[in-house]
């Protein structure tokens, strides 16, 4: 198949260049950064680009952004990203993309070379092909239940008297029970929503404000 590759490390690039020579494979072009990434893709139309997450300049999110552009423009290119991390919200897109010839690994897997080559095999044939990792991460991820359900009943409703300013006095006096018990419902508040105690930070506007943004 026709490639093109996108990682900013010079001696992986290489590397991943020599590999899928010696499988048969023609890379069209190498490059370092993003921008040229999609210049490059509009001037070949290979089969597969295999591009890195973070690139030049601000090595954050540059190659993702390239591929999703790559996706968007020229749909018939298959798309393959190697990363160290799993970038959230670019990787769910991904993941969401139903237009197959798609797939998201992680760097790891790139030394097992038969699953790397598994999975372009797979992205070129039209199919997608997600690192397991990845899938778990996401899934645990976006199955996050809200911290606010933790909370019981009595919790809640200490959570909405702080949230209207009132002291844990006030919340016991309003309550009709002991200020020790407020003490011990904010505390849990605390633990459920897991707000740790931190230097410059207050846990109880933290706390509010989880509240306010629910």
């Excluded at 069209?28 to 999609?38: E, I, K, N, R, S």
């Excluded at 690192?131 to 991820?141: E, G, I, S, T, Y």
């Excluded at 200490?158 to 018990?181: D, P, R, Y």
């Amino acid at each position: 198949m026709r490639l093109i590759l996108a990682e900013d490390s010079i001696l992986l690039r290489e590397g991943l260049v020599r590999l899928l020579a010696e499988e048969g494979h023609e890379v069209v072009a190498a490059v370092g950064d993003g921008t040229t990434l999609v210049e490059e893709t509009g001037r070949h139309r290979p089969d597969v680009v295999v591009t890195d997450v973070r690139m030049p300049p601000t090595h954050s999110d540059e190659g993702l952004r390239a591929a999703l552009e790559i996706r968007k423009r020229w749909p018939e290119v298959g798309v393959l990203v190697l990363s160290q991390y799993v970038e959230k919200r670019y990787a769910t897109e991904l993941i969401t993309d139903d237009a197959g010839r798609v797939g998201y690994l992680l760097k790891d897997r790139v030394a097992q070379v038969g699953e790397f080559l598994d999975a372009l095999e797979r992205v070129a044939a039209g199919g997608a092909a997600f690192d397991p990792d990845v899938v778990r991460r996401l899934l645990a991820r976006t199955t996050h239940v809200d911290p606010l359900t933790r909370l019981t009943a009595r919790e809640r409703e200490v959570l909405e008297k702080m949230a209207q300013g009132h002291t844990n006095a006030g919340i016991a006096a309003q309550l009709f029970v002991s200020q020790s018990a407020v003490e011990k419902h904010v505390n849990a508040i605390f633990d459920k929503l897991d707000l740790v105690q931190t230097a410059g930070f207050s846990r109880r506007v933290l706390a509010v404000l989880r509240f306010l943004g629910s």
